[in-house]
């Protein structure tokens, strides 16, 4: 018999050896002579078979079989045990109380009265068993083994004798050993009580290192339609003997042999699993207990109401997010201004109710027939009506206050027409025209009446009941605060500086003054996360100013897995926004996963991707992690945790333990090099050499006297001062500064034979030299002289420009407008055509794409020689085009000014500029 105890890594047997004996006695009391004349002998032997009688094991059961022969039937026994009993039985089975030698007798008789007798000598062993807990595997490579001895029955002192298997013995009654190194090992223990009696001995056991184990238990959940849910149940088993025998438990009662089981569970929900393993040796490795979260993927949607009839319709059941699947049913109630025309969007016809099954987003509006404003008629004589709101027709359904005012020795006597009674002021109910009567009579006593002042608030307002005024003497008015939303009452000024609450009540007796302040509400955020935490950003643990926008970030702990939201987020994003408009709840729900789990993180703008990207990994999987930048101004810098030392690429793990890994991104930095001609400095805001990627920079250029600011060059190029820069990439910029003429002197310029510009000597200031290539493009502007000074040539006429247009205005849509541009004299300098919309915007044609009208490439130092004529546009006046007057600019400049603005004149840098006004309509 062999029983195991449950315990991990823990192995008991009892081992009781069943043992028999056979006595055979043959006596041959005579010879008989049968009725045949034969002569036969009785022949007479037994067996016994004993077995220990749980649950202590001190008592022995005894079963005796005969074995007759030769005899004349029937037969009649006589058994006695050596224990004072016996029996008459043919095959008895007999319990002794305690193990022994006994002296047993066994006798049959035949039918014609012989016997046969069979004595003997039983002996009924101790019975021992054995157990052994391996108590640990030791970090040298060693196995350390407890051994306990069980022994049921005889008389102690015992004589213990144990052998484990590697040559070592031990006497101990419950030994340690250390094993030194993996292996096999057969061992056995055996005992001798103090009388010689021995114990009933036992079987040879065996111990294998490295022991069994559960390297890994991975799920893989398939939920059905009928909400049934299949589970693949899959286990890897290192070390010991196999094969290896596996017992599963599913947490709903049922169990499984199967090495890699499939269950069906009857719905979703949390389930406990348990997996123990026994190998080919009967050692139990370590079990596994889990717990299978089985939560069905649940879509959430949204239902939206059209803001027109929101008032009008009532929705069962409210809810912020309905989940997939339920049934939502919207009922319209038109008041008796509306008639209810039908359903659009997701619902449809005419019925006042519609139920939608939530499978998507939802949207709905309805069809509602308005009656068009009613007329108000005021009629009043000694006194005046006022009206809030103050208008001649109003919405069905509005309400409007009426206050009679009567004139001075008058007062208010009545309502007639569509309003009664005395009380002033009163309200009306717009449902149809209305005409109201103010009746007055005459008064001998002077009422006084006040107004009421309220100041200019924010995050609030002020209402006075009644609304109009002025307010008789001794009146009562009320003045109700009521804050913005995300705002809250502080407190009252003026006449109502004594209130506490959102009201204030004043007794008129005279003017009055009345303010309020509002603050902005704050609002606590209650996280709740079981086996894993919530970050926030702004990070905080007190309360939210309201409005704010917070994200949470939902961070698993080792082994679990972020599933969703709960509370006022329905989401499975991670992260997710919230916003604090109210106090907020939220949980978030993870999940256990079996396997290895492998957490990553990023410090900065990057991430790290995984491949394979899982849940969970088996032991032995390797995982490739890679950071990646978020954007081109960041940049991985270094591996934390698992990852660290790795380098900077790719880091491949093992996954062998739960594994936890970052990676840290900084922002790039690029140096900024400026430089300036003579003339005048640069200025950088903020002031420095390096900056990180994506900042910008503002350079100012500050000239000095005689000098003007031209233009930036070097890595970017323009003509605004200041001029802001963005950090992408290491810059060089140089500001160009120019000698500018003054009053004292004119430009001085020399042309050559060609009528090209080869000299300008400004007053106070540099000469500037011009050189060309052999067909006559500019190449150069220097201050150094060429070998040969250019011979000067009066200029025969400078260089001018207009702007001829094919037809006069006005033009129409679908006239074909074509602009030339003539140019005439001779010199050097850049065309620039301007065009100034109706709305005085203005587009440059060249430096400027417009969509609208189609332009030839500006002429950039272009070396201009007599008349030549250019076509800037053709084009059919487009639809699209803004009617009205349009003017056409024309513009010479100096080589290289980038003039951005062409209607701009400034002396210094035009030469000629020529404008014609064009009209569309």
């Known amino acids: 018999m062999f029983l195991s105890k449950p315990r991990k890594r823990d192995v008991m047997s009892i081992f009781l050896n069943r043992f028999s004996a056979v006595f055979t006695r043959l006596i041959f009391l005579f010879l008989l002579l049968g009725a045949s004349g034969q002569v036969y002998a009785l022949t007479f032997s037994f067996q016994y078979d004993p077995s220990y009688v749980a649950p202590d094991y001190t008592k022995i059961s005894v079963a005796f079989v005969p074995s007759v022969s030769d005899g004349v039937a029937p037969y009649t026994y006589y058994w006695d045990f050596g224990d004072g009993n016996t029996s008459t039985e043919e095959s008895p089975t007999h319990i002794y109380n305690a193990p022994g030698v006994y002296t047993i007798l066994g006798r049959v008789t035949d039918g014609s009265g012989v016997s046969s007798t069979a004595p003997g000598s039983m002996t009924l062993p101790i019975a021992v068993t054995q157990s052994r807990q391996i108590s640990s595997q030791n970090t040298d490579g060693t ?7 069980y022994v049921y029955g005889g008389t102690p002192p015992y004589t213990y004798t144990w052998n484990f298997g590697d040559g070592s013995i031990s006497h101990d009654a419950n030994p340690t050993h250390i094993y030194s190194s993996p292996g096999t090992y057969h061992f056995d223990m ?12 036992t079987r040879t056991s065996t111990l294998v290192f490295p022991l069994p184990a559960i390297s890994n238990v991975s799920l893989e959940p398939t939920y059905n339609a009928d909400g049934t849910v299949d589970v693949s149940f899959s286990s890897t088993i290192v070390d010991g003997a196999p094969p290896y025998t596996y017992s599963w438990t599913f947490g709903d009662g049922s169990v499984s042999g199967e090495a890699n089981p499939v269950h069906r569970y009857s719905s979703g929900g949390t389930y406990e699993y348990t997996l123990n393993i026994t190998d080919s040796a009967d050692i139990n490795g ?21 803001s027109s009839i929101t008032d009008l319709v009532t929705v069962s059941p409210v809810k912020d997010a309905y989940q997939e699947g339920e049934s939502v049913t919207l009922t319209i109630n038109p008041s008796a201004c509306y008639t209810f025309t039908g359903w659009s969007g997701d619902c449809s016809g005419t019925d006042p109710s519609c139920t939608l099954v939530m499978d998507s987003p939802k949207s709905v509006s309805a069809g509602l027939s308005i009656p068009a404003p009613y007329p108000l008629t005021r009629n009043a004589q000694n006194g005046t009506i006022i009206s809030n709101p103050q208008q001649e027709t109003y919405n069905c359904g509005s309400m409007v206050e009426l206050r009679a005012v009567p004139d001075s020795g008058y007062q208010f006597l009545r309502w007639e027409g569509d309003v009664s009674g005395s009380a002033n002021p009163t309200s009306l109910a717009m449902d149809g025209g209305k005409t109201v009567t103010a009746v007055f009579e005459t008064s001998s006593t002077s009422i006084n009446s006040y107004n009421i002042s309220l100041d200019s608030i924010s995050n609030g307002s002020l209402q006075l009941n009644p609304v109009l005024g002025p307010y008789n003497e001794g009146e009562t008015v009320t003045v109700s605060a009521t804050a913005d939303a995300c705002y809250a009452l502080s407190g009252w000024s003026g006449d109502c500086s004594s209130s506490t609450g959102d009201t204030c009540s004043l007794t008129m007796g005279g003017d009055k003054t009345v303010g309020a302040d509002f603050q902005l509400r704050s609002f ?80 900065g703008e990057g991430r790290i991707t995984l491949e394979p990207q899982k849940d969970a990994y088996t032991a032995g999987e390797r995982v490739n992690l890679t950071p990646v930048a978020n954007d081109t101004c960041s940049v991985f810098s270094a591996w934390q945790g698992d990852c660290a030392g790795s380098g900077m690429g790719t880091c491949t793990l093992t996954m062998d333990v739960n594994k936890s890994v970052t990676a840290q991104f900084t922002k790039k930095t690029f140096q900024l090099t400026t430089a300036q001609s003579d003339g005048g400095q640069v200025t950088l805001t903020p002031p420095g050499d390096s900056y990180d990627c994506g900042s910008t920079v503002e350079l100012s250029a500050t000239a000095d006297a005689q000098y ?13 001062n200041p001029f802001s820069v963005t950090m992408d990439a290491n810059k060089t910029i140089n500001a160009l500064f120019l000698l500018v003429g003054t009053a004292s002197g004119a430009v001085e310029y020399i042309y050559d034979e060609l009528h090209r510009l080869v000299q300008a000597s400004y007053p106070e200031g540099p000469t500037l030299y011009y050189s060309y290539d052999e067909v006559g493009n500019l190449l150069s502007i220097s201050e150094i002289p060429p070998l040969t000074l250019p011979v000067a040539i009066p200029d025969p006429q400078p260089l001018t420009v207009k702007n001829i247009l094919n037809k006069d205005a006005p033009y129409t ?46 002429l950039r130092d272009a070396s201009m020689n007599g008349s030549e004529s250019f076509m800037i546009f053709n084009f059919i006046v487009d639809a699209n085009l803004p009617k009205g007057d349009y003017t056409i600019c024309s513009v010479l400049t100096e080589p290289g000014s980038l003039l951005q603005n062409a209607y701009f004149y400034n002396e210094n840098n035009w030469l000629d500029a020529h404008c014609v006004a064009v009209n569309i309509f």
């Open 143 to 149: 196995y350390t083994v407890d051994f306990n001895s």
């Open 190 to 201: 055996n005992i001798v009580d103090s009388t010689g009696l021995a114990g009933s001995g």
């Open 286 to 306: 370590f079990g596994i207990i889990g717990t299978a979260v089985l939560i069905p993927p649940i879509n959430f949607y949204l239902l939206s109401i059209d």
């Open 524 to 603: 606590p955020l209650q996280k709740t996360a079981v086996n894993g935490s919530i970050k926030t950003l702004p990070d905080g643990t007190g309360d939210f100013a309201c409005g704010a926008t917070v994200q949470l970030e939902a961070v698993a702990n080792p082994g679990y897995q972020f599933v969703r939201w709960e509370g006022d987020i329905f989401s499975t994003a991670n992260p997710a926004n919230l916003s604090m408009d109210a106090a907020k709840n939220v949980t978030a729900v993870f999940k256990q996963v079996s396997g290895y789990t492998l957490n990553v993180d990023a410090l």
């Open 708 to 720: 003007r600011f031209a233009r930036w060059e070097g890595d970017e190029t323009s003509t605004e």
């Open 813 to 858: 849509i679908g006239d074909n407008m074509i602009l030339t541009v003539n140019t005439s004299g001779h010199g050097i300098a850049d065309l620039y055509i301007g065009i100034i919309f109706p709305d005085g915007n203005v587009t440059t044609l060249g430096d400027s794409d417009n969509p609208i009208i189609q332009y030839a490439p500006k």
